[in-house]
T-cell receptor, first 115, second 111 residues
Framework: AQSVTQPDIHITVSEGASLELRCNYS??????LFWYVQSPGQGLQLLLK??????LVQGIKGFEAEFKRSQSSFNLRKPSVHWSDAAEYFC?????????????FGTGTRLQVTL | AAGVIQSPRHLIKEKRETATLKCYPI?????VYWYQQGPGQDPQFLIS???????DKGSIPDRFSAQQFSDYHSELNMSSLELGDSALYFC??????????FGPGTRLTVL
């Protein structure tokens, strides 16, 4: 069974500072990996995804993530955080059953941005 | 671009009542997923459908049932509601096993 660990429950950064959110996964095969962002009471917005190929993937809003198979990690980064980035961030791994690919989420990291 | 539509957005029910949540996937998407997110928790997979057939099942209570119709919309039926069913219910859609796009969710409150 697949699983995702996000070791940081809560992170606070200053606006303009760099950001790295950690994600470790467990999955027997090559995983499908995702980062989603959720504002309070809102839906989940896809930031970026990794299926195969280049291990450094670019997403929306200036985010990027790097897939490291040797470390079973898929950390999310942003060089300069904006106050509007404050939200809950979920890392997820997709497990294909052939006709569907359910997502298993980490417990999330809440990002607070100070001005 | 068209997104996933969920209705209603908010629903308040009493214990032991029944609720029906609806999901309209992105046009041409053939797969629908349902997730439940409790307060302060991560989304948990409930069930999925591909081409109107159930494709996978997660931690969905027996009191819940779901189906996907010929127009690809899906409904999640929840009976004998319990206080613990209060949560945000998300629907997501995809084209086969490609990226899932989530709807805004239905917030269910059971009193």
């Amino acid at each position: 069974a697949q699983s995702v660990t996000q070791p940081d429950i809560h992170i606070t950064v200053s606006e303009g500072a760099s950001l790295e959110l950690r994600c470790n996964y467990s999955y027997g095969a090559t995983p499908y990996l995702f980062w989603y962002v959720q504002s309070p009471g809102q839906g989940l917005q896809l930031l970026l995804k990794y299926f195969s190929g280049d291990t450094l993937v670019q997403g929306i809003k200036g985010f990027e993530a790097e897939f490291k198979r040797s470390q079973s990690s898929f950390n999310l980064r942003k060089p300069s955080v904006h106050w509007s980035d404050a939200a809950e961030y979920f890392c997820a791994v997709g497990a294909s059953t052939g006709t569907a690919s359910k997502l298993t989420f980490g417990t999330g990291t809440r990002l607070q941005v100070t001005l | 671009a068209a997104g996933v539509i969920q209705s209603p957005r908010h629903l308040i029910k009493e214990k032991r009542e029944t609720a029906t949540l609806k999901c309209y996937p992105i046009p041409r998407h053939d797969t629908v997923y349902w997730y439940q997110q409790g307060p302060g928790q991560d989304p948990q997979f409930l069930i999925s459908f591909y081409e109107k057939m159930q494709s996978d099942k997660g931690s969905i209570p027996d009191r819940f049932s779901a189906q996907q119709f010929s127009d690809y919309h899906s409904e999640l039926n929840m009976s004998s509601l319990e206080l613990g069913d209060s949560a945000l219910y998300f629907c997501a859609s995809s084209l086969f096993t490609d990226t899932q796009y989530f709807g805004p969710g239905t917030r269910l409150t059971v009193l």
